[in-house]
């Protein structure tokens, strides 16, 4: 028998109803019911009125913040080579930075300032990319359980393309190493998954591909990985897969790019086609939105104005360390500033991003990834950031949606006085 947990929860609340439309109800409750909330109301119904309430007060409570793209390997380096663009960045500093975790000593360490930046921010749920050595994506996941956030971890793949200490040595131990990751989560986690990763088309051979097609039907997994995020980069998947028509199209023919039996996630999308776009429509695919990283590595703007007027699954990734900073905050604002220089510079007729989009793309837009998740409607889980934002709203007391912007662009961990994940507090 399932002993019942009730609470509410009062404050100032604001979650995203679709993707035009925040709803603020002010000094309103929200119910919660074991891991579940039960809605939001202006006053308690008489049903719940002896369920015991936290009053935060003036505070705003939102939906926990999801990060649909973050690589926790490259959490060490952040702020470095930003000079340069994606291939040669990778090949200078991500890839020498990711074989380091071979030592489980070094991963320890690297990996504890990663999970404790995750448990102090908004962040609530997150993809998360590790690396090719499995006893340290096994600490990845641990360190995250106990963060408290609800994660999707993948052991990275791949076995070309690749330097010394990363490129497996073949398909089929790549795809075996694979299988015993999966087989040693079973069991272990209550929020940590394994979600297949393939990192991108470059560095995965063929025979690997059709395996991990093979994988992720055997174990029913979603999957993480890359979409023409940089020119060079789909020149060099049309030289790889001459038997494709588009880089979305060569993960199709494998099996991994969404459909009926496939949860999938690509991150960047800055340089589609239109073909890649309905093809992403149609199968379902999620766009991962990473502004920050395309800024600082030179790749371009994602026209993310056309995806969601095309009603495609898009959220937010902050793309660590091709992004600078974790913050799901600043990767909202980052979308809504990089769209003003789409419109401007690219496309007149693709109007900028507004702050409720911004917002829905962090919140319900990537939480739709992991289910239902990411708004405070009946059924949801119930995922919660408590923002204190007397120190950021000035003394013109502005209303709710000036707050929430502004606590979009200028909040950070020392807002954050709570945190609720899958109903239980935590971290904050």
């Given at each position: 028998m399932i002993m019942q947990n009730i609470y509410a929860l009062k404050g100032n609340i604001c979650y995203s109803k679709d993707q035009k439309t925040i709803e603020a109800v002010e000094n309103g409750y929200v119910v919660v019911e074991n891991e579940t909330s039960r809605g939001v109301f202006r006053t308690l119904p008489e049903k719940w009125a002896n369920a015991p309430v936290?009053?935060?007060?003036?505070?705003?409570?939102?939906?926990?913040?999801?990060?649909?793209?973050?690589?926790?390997?490259?959490?060490?380096?952040?702020?470095?080579?930003?000079?340069?663009?994606?291939?040669?960045w990778l090949n200078t500093y991500t890839f020498p930075e990711e074989a380091r975790y071979g030592d489980l000593e070094y991963a320890e360490l690297a990996y504890s300032l990663f999970a404790d930046d995750?448990?102090?921010?908004?962040?609530?749920?997150?993809?998360?990319?590790?690396t090719v050595h499995v006893p340290a994506t096994m600490?990845?996941?641990?360190?995250?359980?106990?963060?408290?956030?609800?994660?999707?971890v993948g052991k990275v793949n791949m076995d070309r393309s690749s330097p010394a200490g990363l490129q497996e040595e073949s398909a089929e131990r790549s795809a075996n190493d694979t299988i015993g990751w999966l087989h040693s989560c079973v069991g272990k986690f209550k929020n940590t998954s394994p979600i297949l990763t393939p990192r991108f088309i470059p560095s995965c051979s063929?025979?690997?591909m059709r395996r991990l097609g093979d994988i992720q039907k055997a174990f029913k997994l979603p999957l993480q990985s890359h979409l023409s995020e940089n020119q060079s980069e789909i020149e060099w998947v049309s030289e790889l897969c001459p038997w494709s028509m588009s880089y979305g199209d060569a993960y199709a023919q494998f099996g991994m790019f969404g459909g009926e039996n496939v949860n999938a996630v690509m991150a960047h999308c800055v340089w589609p086609t239109s073909g890649e776009i309905e093809l992403i429509r149609k199968n379902g695919v999620y766009v991962a939105h990473c502004p920050q990283s395309n800024m600082n590595l030179a790749s371009g703007i994602a026209p993310v104005r056309k995806f969601l007027e095309k009603n495609l699954n898009v959220g937010l990734g902050s793309d660590v360390a091709g992004g600078s900073s974790a913050s799901v905050f600043r990767a909202m604002s980052d979308s809504i500033q990089v769209s003003k220089l789409y419109w401007r510079l690219v496309d007149g007729d693709s109007a900028p991003l507004t702050v409720e989009e911004a917002f829905y793309l962090g919140t319900l837009g990537g939480g739709r990834?992991?289910?239902?998740?990411?708004?405070f409607d009946d059924g949801f889980e119930f995922d919660a950031v408590i923002i204190d934002d007397g120190s950021i709203i000035g003394p013109a007391k502005p209303n709710i949606h000036d707050r929430l912007s502004k606590v979009i662009y200028l909040s950070d961990d020392r807002n954050i006085i709570a945190k609720y994940v899958r109903g239980e507090i935590c971290g904050g």
């Open positions: 936290t009053d935060y007060g003036d505070k705003l409570i939102i939906p926990g913040l999801v990060d649909l793209h973050i690589h926790a390997p490259q959490y060490a380096f952040r702020g470095t080579g930003m000079d340069l663009e994606l291939l040669d995750l448990s102090k921010g908004a962040t609530t749920r997150a993809v998360v990319f590790a600490l990845l996941m641990e360190k995250l359980e106990r963060s408290g956030i609800v994660s999707l063929d025979d690997l990834f992991f289910g239902k998740a990411g708004s």
